[in-house]
């Protein structure tokens, strides 16, 4: 009989649910901002999963989950009947769960609804690489806590006043924790790239295995939570005898014992270049490279990406050929270029190192970079405000990839070949940066090395003058000199004067 109670009651609450209002709002909220952002971003499972994976669908949907199921919790004080409710055969405890299941219903099915469509979408547009699913869960849950929270709110606070409170302090709240740093703050469902101390990264999956760690933490802290606040819902007297409201403390004791694990966990928790490492659920496995084979291009010096990548590769190929045709050849050169992972969790645009025997140029690639939007650079080689293009419109153009990735690459690539220890290498570094296309105002920005500004020389130095002198030489001469002494220069045999 109580089955066959709950069971109307839940088609009911269906048919009557607050929530359902919400849904037209929800989905403007999650178009304007997460689908919108997520398919401005290069078509890679890694990339248009990114603006999902920081958040911000649960940023969308959180504030009117919280605001209706709040208002449900508090609709029978307010109308005036909670006595009435209070003696139905079903017992209240049941009758406030199967009410809140369907607030909650409307709200994940949504939420699922969404997802699909945006990975539908990512799908049907042929995007590289593998979906991402941790991400999706850790959502879904999220926003079950946060309707079981807003329901247990209602119901203890009730109030005309508490649905919209309860709206506002939960957007306050998940936009503090976007400006909020700290290891505790990786619970939260909402990364910002700029505080977190580790930020969803832009090739997660692609290299290496994603890590489920951070992801199976945050499920037992929010699960623990939504838990704990229907474990409430049953411990007021009217909700039934001594053994359910008994029964009701042990639900909240259990919620509170796995929300605790969860930031215990989290304590323990190391951040390391592929993501987040929690000890206790860390499987040694997902540290392994996901085996691949590569795709390579160009003629001079050949570039290798991650087949993920494979149709960045004629654009990247075009914009770094002036650099690799300049040193192709050259005695102690790179034979060729490798995409690696990611080194850092806020790593550049792009990077390059350079090892082995004989060498090789690793080259990190952050497509995706800066959310939707790429930031682009003023002339003066700064970060600029200024919104240039989309991330996808960044990575497809020549032009934009010369500008933004070839200074980085050629400073650290030449450094290593030149050195700049001397006047003569400074020189030399100079005039071959200018040669493959620099501009001479972003050297002093893009030529670093593991951080540290490369020594360039200044206007009006003799070095700068023989650096001009070298870059304007015929680049059959350039290469023919380099040949020759590239040894000599490396040691620190050649003086200004014996430049060309």
């Given at each position: 009989m109580i089955r066959l109670s709950a069971g109307r009651l839940l088609r009911l609450e269906l048919r009557r649910s607050t929530m359902m209002w919400m849904v037209p709002l929800a989905?403007?909220?999650?178009?304007?901002?997460?689908?919108?952002?997520?398919?401005?971003?290069?078509?890679l499972w890694s990339s248009r999963t990114l603006i999902l994976r920081q958040g911000m669908a649960v940023d969308d949907f959180a504030p009117f989950v919280v605001g209706a199921a709040a208002w449900i919790g508090g609709r029978d004080h307010r109308r005036g009947i909670g006595e009435q409710v209070d003696v139905t055969p079903l017992p209240r405890w049941a009758g406030r769960l199967t009410t809140w299941a369907a607030t909650a219903g409307w709200a994940l099915g949504t939420y699922l609804a969404c997802a699909g469509f945006l990975y539908g979408m990512i799908a049907w547009q042929g995007a590289a690489g593998s979906p991402l699913w941790w991400p999706v869960v850790v959502g879904a849950v999220a926003l079950a806590a946060f309707s079981a929270l807003g329901f247990a709110v209602g119901v203890l606070v009730p109030s005309r006043f508490t649905a919209p409170l309860a709206a506002i302090v939960t957007a306050l709240v998940l936009r503090q924790s976007l400006r909020s740093g700290g290891r505790y703050n990786l619970l939260s469902p909402m990364t910002s790239p700029a505080y977190s101390l580790a930020p969803p990264k832009s090739d997660a999956g692609v290299f290496y295995p994603y890590l489920p760690d951070l992801s199976l933490t945050q499920l037992l802290f929010l699960g623990g939570l939504a838990v704990a606040a229907l474990g409430v819902l049953g411990?007021?007297?009217?909700?039934?005898?001594?053994?359910?409201?008994?029964?009701?403390?042990?639900?909240?004791?259990?919620?509170?014992?796995?929300?605790?694990?969860?930031?215990?966990?989290?304590g323990t928790a190391r951040v390391e270049a592929n993501g987040v490492v929690v000890p206790a659920l860390h499987d040694a496995a997902d540290d392994r490279p996901i085996a691949y084979t590569p795709v390579c291009g160009g003629s001079a010096i050949q570039v290798c990406l991650n087949p993920v990548y494979k149709a960045y590769l004629p654009?990247?190929?075009t914009a770094l050929d002036p650099l690799l045709r300049e040193l192709a050849g050259l005695p102690g050169a790179p034979v060729r270029v490798d995409q690696v992972a990611l080194s850092g969790q806020r790593a550049a645009l792009a990077g390059a190192t350079v090892s082995g025997e004989p060498p090789v140029?690793?080259?990190?690639?952050?497509?995706?970079?800066?959310?939707?939007?790429?930031i682009g650079s003023s002339p003066s080689g700064q970060a600029s405000r200024g919104r240039c293009c989309t991330s996808q419109q960044m990575w497809s153009s020549v032009s934009r990839v010369t500008a933004e990735v070839l200074p980085p690459v050629a400073g650290a690539v030449v450094d290593s070949l030149i050195?700049?220890?001397?006047?003569?290498?400074?020189?030399?570094?100079?005039?071959?940066l200018r040669a493959v296309g620099v501009p001479l105002d972003s050297m002093a920005v893009f030529a670093r090395i593991d951080g540290t500004l490369i020594a360039l020389p200044q206007p009006g130095t003799p070095a700068y003058a023989a650096g001009g002198r070298f870059a304007a030489l015929p680049a059959a001469d350039r290469h023919a000199w380099l040949t020759t002494h590239l040894a000599e220069l490396r040691v620190g045999h050649i003086t200004l004067e014996q430049l060309p």
């Amino acid at each position: 009989m109580i089955r066959l109670s709950a069971g109307r009651l839940l088609r009911l609450e269906l048919r009557r649910s607050t929530m359902m209002w919400m849904v037209p709002l929800a989905l403007v909220a999650f178009w304007l901002d997460t689908y919108r952002s997520s398919m401005a971003l290069p078509a890679l499972w890694s990339s248009r999963t990114l603006i999902l994976r920081q958040g911000m669908a649960v940023d969308d949907f959180a504030p009117f989950v919280v605001g209706a199921a709040a208002w449900i919790g508090g609709r029978d004080h307010r109308r005036g009947i909670g006595e009435q409710v209070d003696v139905t055969p079903l017992p209240r405890w049941a009758g406030r769960l199967t009410t809140w299941a369907a607030t909650a219903g409307w709200a994940l099915g949504t939420y699922l609804a969404c997802a699909g469509f945006l990975y539908g979408m990512i799908a049907w547009q042929g995007a590289a690489g593998s979906p991402l699913w941790w991400p999706v869960v850790v959502g879904a849950v999220a926003l079950a806590a946060f309707s079981a929270l807003g329901f247990a709110v209602g119901v203890l606070v009730p109030s005309r006043f508490t649905a919209p409170l309860a709206a506002i302090v939960t957007a306050l709240v998940l936009r503090q924790s976007l400006r909020s740093g700290g290891r505790y703050n990786l619970l939260s469902p909402m990364t910002s790239p700029a505080y977190s101390l580790a930020p969803p990264k832009s090739d997660a999956g692609v290299f290496y295995p994603y890590l489920p760690d951070l992801s199976l933490t945050q499920l037992l802290f929010l699960g623990g939570l939504a838990v704990a606040a229907l474990g409430v819902l049953g411990m007021q007297a009217v909700c039934g005898g001594p053994g359910l409201r008994r029964l009701a403390a042990a639900v909240v004791a259990v919620g509170l014992a796995s929300s605790g694990t969860g930031i215990a966990l989290i304590g323990t928790a190391r951040v390391e270049a592929n993501g987040v490492v929690v000890p206790a659920l860390h499987d040694a496995a997902d540290d392994r490279p996901i085996a691949y084979t590569p795709v390579c291009g160009g003629s001079a010096i050949q570039v290798c990406l991650n087949p993920v990548y494979k149709a960045y590769l004629p654009t990247l190929t075009t914009a770094l050929d002036p650099l690799l045709r300049e040193l192709a050849g050259l005695p102690g050169a790179p034979v060729r270029v490798d995409q690696v992972a990611l080194s850092g969790q806020r790593a550049a645009l792009a990077g390059a190192t350079v090892s082995g025997e004989p060498p090789v140029v690793h080259l990190a690639l952050n497509i995706g970079y800066e959310g939707a939007m790429w930031i682009g650079s003023s002339p003066s080689g700064q970060a600029s405000r200024g919104r240039c293009c989309t991330s996808q419109q960044m990575w497809s153009s020549v032009s934009r990839v010369t500008a933004e990735v070839l200074p980085p690459v050629a400073g650290a690539v030449v450094d290593s070949l030149i050195g700049h220890a001397d006047q003569a290498q400074q020189a030399v570094l100079e005039g071959l940066l200018r040669a493959v296309g620099v501009p001479l105002d972003s050297m002093a920005v893009f030529a670093r090395i593991d951080g540290t500004l490369i020594a360039l020389p200044q206007p009006g130095t003799p070095a700068y003058a023989a650096g001009g002198r070298f870059a304007a030489l015929p680049a059959a001469d350039r290469h023919a000199w380099l040949t020759t002494h590239l040894a000599e220069l490396r040691v620190g045999h050649i003086t200004l004067e014996q430049l060309p």
